[in-house]
């Protein structure tokens, strides 16, 4: 791959819902402020001016290796860190890979990795095993750095860096950018920012062959009408969030019902588990949000034709037609067409219930009865009544949320 074809810059972010702890109970995990670095990033790249392939993604001990094995000049790493390792994603599961295994991923690689910045805290360690395999440049931190002044240091560097600063220039301004900051902390923040390794030459440019030009992003774009920021939710619903998860990923469950009365949460629920799995792709077809409330407003009953027209129009996929498809047969053949080229899709039926009470549960029992035929297609269902199936399958899940007990509740036939 030549190096106008290579990935210049890869962002990879870390952000498990949960950490297991050693009594076997979950704890959640902090949220990062991930969406304003990731702005952030993006507004210093096209202010560079520079004919620059980055691909933002999420890191987890498989796409981290991907990234090194592929090959780029940068790897920049977000995430929570400790001084053993860095938490890497696992279904939303925090995974703890040590600093051996980390020096291990990028041993692998015969591919010349320039930089590696790593924004956590606390991981000058994991640094320094990033320098013994081959790495020869990294940033990382010697203690917890704020988020404000994390961001500011990570602007300045990439600005310098990019605009034909040598490594050892660009860290330089960036801690001084960190240390002229309105804070009576800032110099001692500034300080917590180490260049590695301490005797390394870093008087050298990393983009200096890059042509002017346009930044090309080569990111995953999420669409399908799912919401783009996160719900901010209670610790017992972020836990709701990713077991829930967890079991539509998994093989012991095609679809799952959430239900219980309106204004509970269960659209803020859904809403972020489309956005988690649509940005981590694990279902390659795409997850598609299909929202009642908002599409289908002020009808009485949504009849079948209209409803499988609407999911074959929003199921498009790659310039597609399927605008003539309202006989569910041709949906379902549609799908497994779907399944052939992409492999897994999860689609989400927001709100199945009309706000004034009369149910369209009958028709959406039945489209999603006959969707789960097909191997690959699974469903998650929020309704204020459950959607019952005659004869549930085994692989059907029912959870239901109460207002008054303030707990969820898992319900099994």
Not at 222 to 243: C, D, F, P, Q, R
Request: overall charge positive; hydrophobic content about 40%; charged content about 25%.
């Amino acid at each position: 791959m030549s190096d106008e074809e290579s990935i210049h810059i890869a962002h990879l972010s870390s952000q498990p819902l949960v950490y297991k702890m050693k009594n076997n109970v979950y704890q959640t995990v902090e949220f990062l402020d991930l969406e304003n670095e990731r702005n952030c990033l993006k507004r210093v790249l096209l202010k560079s001016k520079l004919r620059l392939r980055f691909k933002m993604g999420f890191a987890s001990s498989k796409t981290l290796l991907d990234f090194v094995t592929l090959g780029c000049k940068v790897v920049h790493i977000t995430g929570h860190g400790q001084g053993r390792g860095l938490l890497l994603e696992n279904v939303g599961e925090a995974h703890l890979i040590n600093r051996e295994g980390l020096k291990e991923i990028f041993m692998c690689t015969k591919k010349t990795i320039d930089l590696v910045f790593i924004a956590a805290c606390k991981s000058e360690k994991v640094g320094e095993e990033f320098v013994k395999a081959g790495v020869r440049h990294v940033i990382a931190t010697n203690e917890v750095v704020r988020d404000d002044c994390a961001c500011r240091f990570m602007e300045q560097f990439y600005l310098a860096l990019l605009t034909k600063r040598t490594v050892k220039e660009a860290f330089k301004s960036a801690v001084v950018s960190v240390a002229t900051m309105p804070l009576l902390e800032s110099k001692r923040e500034a300080k917590k920012f180490v260049l590695l390794p301490d005797a390394g030459n870093h008087d050298v440019q990393i983009f200096q062959n890059v042509k002017k030009g346009s930044p090309e992003d080569l990111s995953l774009q999420v669409e399908n009408k799912i919401k783009t920021s996160y719900n901010e939710l209670k610790k017992e619903a972020v836990l709701m969030w990713w077991h829930l998860m967890k079991l539509i990923v998994s093989e012991k469950c095609s679809v799952i019902n959430l239900y219980g009365e309106s204004g509970i949460g269960k659209t803020a629920l859904v809403e972020n588990i489309a956005l988690y799995l649509a940005e981590r792709e694990f279902f390659e077809a795409g997850v598609f949000f299909i929202n009642f409330n908002t599409e289908f407003e002020g009808k009485k009953v949504v009849e079948l034709p209209e409803l499988v027209a609407y999911i074959a129009k929003v199921m498009r996929k790659d310039g597609e037609e399927c605008k003539g498809i309202k006989d569910l047969n041709k949906l379902i053949s549609y799908l497994k067409s779907i399944e052939q080229k992409y492999k897994k899709i999860l689609m989400i039926f927001d709100g199945v219930d009309n706000q004034k009470g009369v149910t369209t549960l009958k028709n959406v029992k039945s489209l999603v009865e006959f969707i789960t035929n097909c191997s690959k297609t699974k469903a998650l269902i929020t309704s204020r009544h459950e959607v019952i199936s005659n004869h549930p399958p085994a692989n059907w899940r029912y959870f239901k949320l109460s207002r008054t007990s303030q707990q969820w509740f898992y319900k099994t036939y």
